[in-house]
């Protein structure tokens, strides 16, 4: 009895230990498990003709060119042109509506009512701009802070690309191991635990992922069309506001206010069909699309996950926080199910070790290897 006291206080302290060696990097090491398990489909179309290892190196350099290379320049953009950006927070906080032409107020039926409308407008702009006046400061602080998050992020997504790299080579053991200690704790439940999981992680990052660099892309194009200043800077604030279910209109509202005006009314009303039709027509074909094979996350969930993932983990928190409370949510409805018919699901007994059965995870294209296959990059009957 002494002994297994012992023994067990043992792992529990090594366990600890190895806790305490990896907290620095959690964040990147989840990152990097989501990245792969997501891509997984992709890496093992590539394994089977350039091999493992080449196939881990031409999914790095993907992933950069993709999320890193475009973070690295709105970085520098944002370093650049952060004195531009406080002056124009301050030309918007001073723009005032100019009078109405004569003709307005001599126009029948419904002249006196719009002239009244747009003095009242005016003043109500004027007054929104005193009140915001002594926030500047603020507000470039802010924005200098949301820099550095993203320089932040950006070192602890090349630190997961590298841990990636090494998830990519050695998935199928990987999978292997996380689908034995699964089935210990879930039993025959495991099966299912692992598929719901899956299409939860998949749908919460392509949805997020996706629609993020499309809406960034698409508001960074409009701006250059329209005009407005800073646009790579603007489509990458796009991106990252992006993951709100509201957040791009965030960014190009307010662009397309400030074009009309300062004298480009004809602009601003393009940019506002544009955003209308184009950015938030994106985010309404996407999101939906992909967060529908996984999870239905609910809007307060969606910003609890944004902001506590940010505060937790710094830039990478804005897709890893929405990502686990996606997951979380989805166990706790598929577990409150089960408890009300454990039948429906039609769970069998689990199969053994580093297996799942046919319909499973492997078959969704996981990093878990199907019956018979050994450890190393799966090849084509």
Not at 1 to 21: F, N, Q, S, Y
Not at 40 to 68: C, D, E, K, N, S
Request: glycine share 14%.
């Amino acid at each position: 009895m002494a002994e297994r006291i012992m023994m067990g206080l043992l792992i529990t302290g090594i366990a600890a230990g190895c806790l305490i060696v990896l907290y620095p990097f959690f964040s990147a090491i989840l990152w990097a498990a989501i990245l792969t398990f997501t891509t997984w489909p992709v890496y093992r179309h590539l394994a089977r003709r350039a091999g493992p290892y080449a196939a881990a190196a031409m999914m790095m350099l993907m992933t950069a060119l993709i999320v890193v290379l475009p973070l690295a320049l709105v970085t520098t953009e944002g370093v650049d042109d952060a004195p531009g950006i406080v002056h124009a927070v301050e030309g918007l906080v001073a723009l005032h509506l100019p009078e109405p032409p004569r003709w307005v107020a001599n126009t029948p039926l419904i002249g006196r009512q719009v002239a009244v409308t747009w003095a009242k407008w005016s003043a109500d702009l004027s007054a929104a701009g005193a009140f915001a006046q002594p926030y500047l400061g603020t507000i470039a602080a802010r924005i200098l802070n949301l820099l550095v998050q993203i320089a932040s992020g950006l070192l602890q997504l090349v630190l997961a690309l590298f841990i990636a790299f090494f998830f990519w080579v050695g998935g199928e053991r990987l999978g292997a191991h996380l689908t034995a200690i699964i089935q210990r704790i879930a039993g025959t439940y495991a099966d299912r635990l692992l598929g719901v999981t899956g299409s939860t992680v998949r749908g919460t990052v392509y949805g997020i992922l996706g629609t993020a660099i499309v809406q960034g892309i698409l508001t960074g194009v409009g701006f250059y069309i329209a005009g407005v200043p800073n646009p790579v800077l603007f489509g990458g604030i796009a991106a990252f506001v992006a993951v709100l279910p509201i957040g791009a209109p965030l960014v190009w509202v307010p662009a397309a206010i400030w074009l009309a005006l300062s004298h480009h009314l004809g602009w601003g009303i393009f940019l506002a069909a544009y955003g209308v039709l184009a950015i938030s027509g994106a985010d309404h074909i996407i999101r939906p699309v992909f967060i529908a094979r996984g999870a239905q996350l609910p809007y307060l969930l969606t910003v609890l996950g944004v902001l506590g993932g940010v505060l937790a983990f710094g830039g990478l928190g804005i897709f890893l926080g929405p990502v686990l409370l996606g997951v979380g949510y989805t166990l706790v409805i598929e577990f409150a199910a089960n408890g009300r018919d454990p039948g429906r699901h039609g769970v069998r007994p689990a199969t053994a070790p580093g297996m799942v059965e046919p319909g499973g995870l492997a078959e969704q294209g996981s990093l878990v290897p199907r019956p018979g296959l050994k450890s190393g990059v799966q090849t084509d009957a």
